[in-house]
């Protein structure tokens, strides 16, 4: 039987060789190789056959998300298993959005890891049943309870508030007056339910509205 060819990527190196020593005892599956960072792992993807890529998120060079981009754009026949602390909806949504085939946190078992592992390489996805309910929530919270629409002005506003920039610099950027950057300002916060620019950038990091 040919064995599972697995690529772990985490710039955490007690981690890495923690996974190490569990996939060691597997018969089924063999290590290719170990990365500390995405430019690593790219190297490695070059010389070795893999048939899927354990990966972190948080990363010294590049984020995680960017090396999963890469390995479907590049090597779409290699599946991408994401092995994160990240639990925030936003973070998830977002890899979910990548095509992901899979989602576990770091305090997953050692069994459902090598579950997960199997269920991927067979053809299907495998989100654990903690990221599953955040993704859950998260929609139902969209669904239910949306986020207010900003008028254009207002998100213009929010962005330069985001920037650091003053009362005044927002309103010479924008050619008008102290008093209207005010008004906007307390529109927003009326509209998002908060009571001052702390909650207001909070909100904001929150929604990804100053990604927008």
Do not use: C, W
Request: glycine share 4%; proline share 2%.
């Amino acid at each position: 039987m040919n064995k599972i060819k697995v690529l772990l990527v985490d710039d955490h190196l007690m981690f890495l060789e923690g996974l190490q020593s569990l996939f060691a005892n597997e018969n089924n599956i063999e290590v290719v190789g170990t990365a500390s960072n995405v430019g690593m792992a790219l190297t490695i993807l070059k010389d070795k056959q893999t048939d899927i890529i354990i990966t972190d998120l948080s990363m010294p060079d590049v984020d995680g998300s960017s090396l999963i981009d890469t390995v479907k754009s590049k090597y779409p026949y290699i599946h991408t298993l994401v092995l994160s602390m990240h639990n925030e909806a936003n973070v998830i949504s977002k890899i979910v959005k990548q095509e992901v085939n899979g989602y576990l946190l770091k305090n997953a078992e050692k069994e459902e890891l090598l579950t997960a592992v199997s269920t991927i390489v067979n053809g299907e996805n495998y989100f654990s049943k903690e990221v599953k309910d955040i993704i859950s929530e998260s929609t139902f919270s969209r669904k239910y309870n949306p986020m207010p629409e900003l008028s254009k002005r207002e998100k213009e506003v929010l962005h330069l508030i985001g920037d650091e920039y003053t009362t005044k610099e927002i309103a010479d950027k924008l050619f008008i007056s102290q008093n209207t950057v005010e008004t906007h300002r307390k529109n927003m916060f009326s509209k998002l339910s908060v009571k001052n620019v702390a909650g207001l950038i909070r909100i904001a990091i929150k929604n990804n509205l100053l990604e927008s």
